[in-house]
């Protein structure tokens, strides 16, 4: 490892503050992520299209900024991922489709554009499924994502990229997205923070359906300041999100003191209907066991969801079919198994399917709120096995049960997308595996704020404790020339902002 160890490993809010002060330079911050890429990418395929070229443009400028005392956004001089789901003006962006290969687009999305307003300096994209398309991230483009703590592994998807990058300090921020736990459940298996906030409080304007909430884009980090600042930076009202609305965004980068000792808790191992592991069970009952200390009151909580998985099955399918029927009408072949499966599954729906989906939600989301009438948040796991290895599409059983199709595995982070509440999955120690082990804190209705502050607080108390503290890869690990990492996946190379290969990092 490098001189620059120790600078890749500082939070996002710590290294706008030594940017801010003149402590180190955009351009040093650049150049120490760019070698920590380097070093550790070719072990889990995190990082996939990149452009070097205009990022060191980019932080050359940011230092002119910082040293002739101009104003400097939140996130100045930082360098980005951005998920390849994400348009990024320029910059390669395949959705981790064949289809899209070489596609440059010429816009940002809002997300992006926000991003890059408020000083962050985009260095590459991270991988994903193909079209978004199941917790496990892989694709014929670039293909697979390791996890940090065991490349041959499942990293969680759809934002598996960003989770790896981040656990390997590759990049400060990264983004994600979330439809049926995208961004909470890769933050799970890699040992990070995702966030999934409310629908239309960061504005997601390549979302076909505009006004349906199941998908929303949000803010990963290393811990829940670094995520909280993202999203100050991206949150609040765009005209290109029908959802979105008006916001203190600002107010997320210093989040309120809350005080443990007057937590209602909430928990539940299932919801009363998602299949779970035998060992993440009574792993979840031990964390709930040395919580409850920690808080003023953590119960169990009993729920009738009524018939969750039709309608997450129903409201999913149709932005499928929104997003693909052209694609599928020309070349049906062309489609992953995934995506295919999911055209499909919707294309053969009627329309009183879809109002009983659109109506049962409705139900959900009633029914979910009396829990909230006793407890401040809801804590579940946030997924129900342990990362499997990355070959496997799915995790086809979980406790002896089949599953029914590839995503059912997701149900404990879907049903919580069902109800729109904000939804964080917080590093907790390891499994039995030496896996990292996440919980996922569900807050109140339009309670970001709350929740993020809640997350943060247990952070804190989690970090006292070895057992409870996020867990770090081993980075000298991954950066070591063992065959064994390196060849996980035959892929194609890392492409260029135009498309083109590049020599010299090339995907594993």
Request: charged share 20%.
């Amino acid at each position: 490892m490098s001189d620059h160890d120790d600078l890749v490993s500082r939070n996002a809010v710590e290294l706008r503050r030594m940017i801010g002060a003149k402590e180190i330079s955009p351009v040093e911050l650049l150049d120490a992520c760019i070698e920590r890429i380097e070093a550790a990418n070719p072990a889990v395929n995190a990082i996939t299209a990149t452009c070097y070229d205009a990022a060191r443009k980019a932080a050359k400028a940011a230092e002119r900024k910082v040293l002739d005392g101009e104003p400097l956004g939140l996130l100045h001089g930082l360098p980005l991922g951005v998920k390849d789901l994400e348009d990024t003006a320029g910059l390669l962006t395949t959705y981790g489709s064949p289809m899209s290969r070489g596609h440059v687009p010429s816009r940002d999305v809002v997300l992006v554009e926000r991003l890059r307003a408020a000083g962050a300096i985009l260095v590459g994209k991270t991988n994903v499924p193909e079209l978004g398309a199941g917790a496990n991230t892989r694709n014929p483009v670039w293909g697979a994502t390791g996890d940090p703590f065991d490349p041959e592994l499942n990293a969680g998807g759809s934002s598996g990229g960003s989770a790896a990058a981040l656990a390997c300090d590759m990049l400060p921020v990264c983004t994600g997205s979330d439809t049926g736990g995208s961004l909470r459940i890769p933050a799970s298996k890699c040992g990070v923070v995702g966030f999934r906030p409310s629908p239309g409080l960061v504005p997601n304007s390549r979302r076909l359906l505009g006004w349906t909430p199941i998908s929303v884009v949000g803010p990963m980090g290393r811990d829940v300041d670094e995520t909280a600042l993202q999203l100050a930076a991206t949150a609040g009202l765009s005209t290109r999100d029908p959802l979105s609305y008006d916001v203190d965004a600002p107010g997320f980068a210093t989040l309120p003191a809350f005080d443990l000792s007057t937590l209602r808790v909430g928990y539940t191992e299932d919801f009363g209907c998602c299949d779970v592991d035998d060992d993440i069970r009574a792993l979840f009952r031990a964390r709930m066991a040395a919580l409850a200390p920690l808080v003023h009151t953590c119960e169990p909580v009993a729920f009738d969801l009524g018939d969750a998985h039709r309608c997450f099955d129903v409201i999913r399918a149709e932005s499928f079919v929104a997003g693909l029927c052209d694609a599928y009408a020309r070349d049906p072949g062309a489609l992953g198994p995934n995506t295919r499966a999911n055209y499909e599954m919707g294309a053969a729906m009627t329309l009183a399917d879809s109002a009983w989906a659109q109506a049962e939600q409705t139900r959900i989301f009633r029914r979910f709120q009396s829990a909230f009438e006793r407890c401040d948040v809801i804590l579940s796991p946030t997924t129900p096995v342990s990362p499997f290895p990355w070959r496997e599409l799915y995790a086809a059983q979980i406790d002896g049960r089949a599953q029914e199709n590839y995503y059912r595995w997701l149900a404990l982070t879907y049903v919580v997308t069902l109800t729109t509440h904000p939804a964080l999955s917080l590093p907790c120690g390891v499994d039995r595996a030496g896996m990292p082990f996440g919980l996922q804190i569900v807050g109140p209705f339009h309670g970001d704020l709350k929740t993020l502050a809640v997350a943060r607080a247990m952070e804190k108390a989690f970090d006292r404790d070895p057992a409870l503290r996020r867990p770090r890869p081993d980075l000298s690990r991954l950066t070591q020339a063992n065959p064994a990492l390196k060849s996980i996946v035959t892929a194609p190379p890392i492409f260029d902002a135009t498309g083109e290969a590049q020599a010299g990092l090339s995907s594993v």
